[in-house]
């Protein structure tokens, strides 16, 4: 079946068509044959019983009067018949009278035939066995017993064959001829659509029709076809509008985008010099102790909002200049070594801390990813690790990598203080956006290291618990290079 489901309509409908008319005409000829058989049977036992029937009566003077020379003269005429292989008269006790055979047979073989042959005309094989009781005056006299040889039967169940074989040759070419005509109005159709379609694929011209498609099945299928060309028209027509103006208005945003940044470095750059200068004066006159004690309180407040103030221009400026790094090519990272190196820089926090960090990367050893954002998310997720830590206890920070598909998942699980995830859920990753107040923080850590990851075609899933700890999963876009 296989095989068949892979030829082409044309061949599946010979094929079909030429199965169809041989199994029709095969059916036909075996009962015509076996009909013909039937026939010539019934005609055979009808012979045989008027033969019988014949010899019987010729034959009942001959048992009246015991005349067996008789008898056997009138068997010997039956020598004319060639299908008559052995007749035999018997008496009233069934003892053998006469009989005549092309073939000499033993006394008791013929017994045997009578003893054993019922009353009726009966077949065995090639065989036709006819008894036939005589009467005389409603007396039983004796028994006229025949067998003949149907020879005739093979030379005529072959000559059946051979007109059978021959009518099936002849109507599998006709149903070939025929076919290869009338499955042209199908095929050529259908190959006709498979040509179209083929050509649009091929092309990806959406204006090709289908022509000439009727009113049947395949004119149905070409009509659909035509449809949904017509409707892929016009939805490609959409969507190159709809592209167009896609890309006009990504350039317009980028633009702007790239405005609102100059407009924000430009701002923070201004904004800086004169709020240093005003924290500088601050300072100076808190060393010189120019405040008046009952001008302290405001002068605390003017320091601590100068100085919060240049911490977020500090950071402004960090975002900025962080923003103009998110399309450094990828290169070939070693994460053991890259963990090393971040933690050489943190080396101070992780002693005081007492902080244990063991790293598994034996799945995943290296990733294709930019160097500089990768330490970035590592020395990131540490400091927040440190710095968010229960108190009275050293941090524990487990770091690992797994392979999914064409990610690289880094795995950073700690327990520190957690997050109320049903209150700041969906502030995680902003700009700005502190959790816990009780040692210094800018906000802008999970926001950079959302944008780094999101950049590079990857995304972050974070699990959370107050006072159990929490894990990130980073899931790392890891392009070939």
């Given amino acids: ?22 199994i029709v005409v095969l059916v036909c000829c075996i009962f015509f ?19 019988t029937r014949i010899v019987g009566e010729n034959a009942v003077p001959t048992l009246v009067f015991l005349d067996q020379d008789a008898a056997t003269q009138i068997l010997m005429k039956l020598n004319k018949e060639p299908d008559i292989a ?15 055979s092309r073939q000499s047979l033993s006394n008791d073989s013929v017994r045997m035939a009578y003893i054993k042959k019922p009353a009726t005309p009966e077949f065995e094989g090639r065989r036709l066995v006819i008894n036939y009781p005589l009467y005389q005056d409603s007396a039983f006299v004796g028994t006229v017993v025949l067998r003949a040889e149907l020879n005739d039967l093979d030379k005529i169940i072959i000559g059946y064959i051979i007109v059978a074989g021959l009518v099936l040759v002849a109507a599998i070419i006709a149903c070939l001829i025929i076919s290869g005509f009338l499955q042209r109005s199908i095929v050529y159709r259908l190959l006709r659509l498979v040509s179209k379609t ?39 027509k959409f969507l190159k509008e709809t592209n167009e103006s896609l890309k006009n208005y990504s350039t317009t945003l980028e633009r702007t985008n790239r405005e609102l940044e100059e407009f924000a470095y430009i701002s923070s750059h201004d904004m800086k010099s004169p709020i240093t200068s005003l924290h500088g004066m601050l300072t100076l006159m808190q060393q010189k102790n120019a405040i008046k004690p009952e001008h302290q309180q405001l002068f605390d407040l003017a320091f601590n909002s ?8 500090h950071a402004l400026n960090e975002i900025i200049a962080f923003r103009k790094t998110l399309k450094i090519e990828r290169e070939k990272i070693n994460l053991a070594e890259a963990l090393e190196e971040v933690k050489l820089r943190i080396y101070d926090m992780i002693v005081s801390s007492g902080a244990q960090i063991t790293a598994n990367f034996s799945e995943c050893p290296f990733v294709n990813y930019p160097a500089v954002h990768l330490k970035s998310i590592f020395q990131n997720l540490l400091t927040n690790a440190i710095k968010y830590k229960q108190e009275g206890r ?20 700690d327990r520190g203080l957690g997050i109320d995830m049903s209150r700041y859920k969906d502030k995680l990753f902003g700009l ?49 290079l």
Avoid: C
């Fill in 198 to 236: 083929k050509e649009v694929a091929k092309t990806g011209n959406y204006a090709l029709r289908v022509d000439g498609t009727g009113d049947d099945e395949i004119g149905v299928l070409a009509d659909g076809f035509n449809t949904m060309l017509i409707q892929i028209e016009k939805m490609e």
């Fill in 306 to 313: 100068a100085t919060q103030m240049r911490k977020t221009i």
């Fill in 33 to 51: 044959v076996l009909n013909d058989i039937r026939t010539f049977k019934d005609s055979a036992k009808r012979k045989m019983y008027s033969l």
């Fill in 1 to 22: 079946m296989t095989a068949f489901k892979n030829y082409s309509i044309k061949n599946k409908l010979i094929i079909i068509q030429t199965t169809t008319a041989f």
């Fill in 86 to 100: 052995l007749a035999s008269i018997f008496d009233k006790n069934g003892r053998l009278f006469a009989r005549y």
């Fill in 394 to 413: 050293a941090p524990v920070i487990d770091i690992k990598t797994t392979k999914q598909e064409n990610f690289v998942v880094l795995e950073v699980r």
């Fill in 432 to 480: 700005f956006q502190r959790f816990h107040t009780h040692t210094e923080g800018m906000g802008i850590g999970l926001h950079m290291i959302h944008s780094i990851v999101e950049s590079y075609g990857g995304k972050i899933l974070m699990e959370s618990e107050v006072n159990r700890g929490t894990t990130f999963k980073i899931y790392l876009g890891n392009a070939p």
